[in-house]
């Protein structure tokens, strides 16, 4: 029995082997480093590993750019309009 036809048979809650082809294919549009490549010939693999590498790199420019706006916090009046917008920035 086919790998295809088994996760068929198991049930309508597995992802079907198109649809992880389609999600890939996404993928590859979305992440910078695959998408501004001139060969389209990359791997499954390789297009999860650099969005892995990708998700991590946004995460710690969110938390750099958290840690820049708290620093730029402490050294403003904290009732001014200023010191609001980077709150509001903060908590988003």
């Known amino acids: 029995m086919s790998s295809r036809r088994s996760r068929q048979q198991s049930g309508s809650s597995r992802i079907s082997d198109d649809q992880i082809i389609e999600l890939v294919s996404k993928l590859r549009q979305l992440v910078p480093e695959i ?44 009732d001014s309009a200023e010191a609001s917008i980077i709150r509001s920035l903060i908590n988003q």
């Not at 010939?41 to 840690?67: G, M, P």
């Open 35 to 78: 998408r501004d490549r001139r060969s389209d010939k990359v791997s499954a693999s390789k297009v999860l590993q650099e969005t892995c590498n990708y998700i991590r790199n946004l995460h710690r420019e969110v938390d750099d750019l958290s840690e820049r706006l708290s620093q730029l916090l402490a050294t403003i009046d904290a």
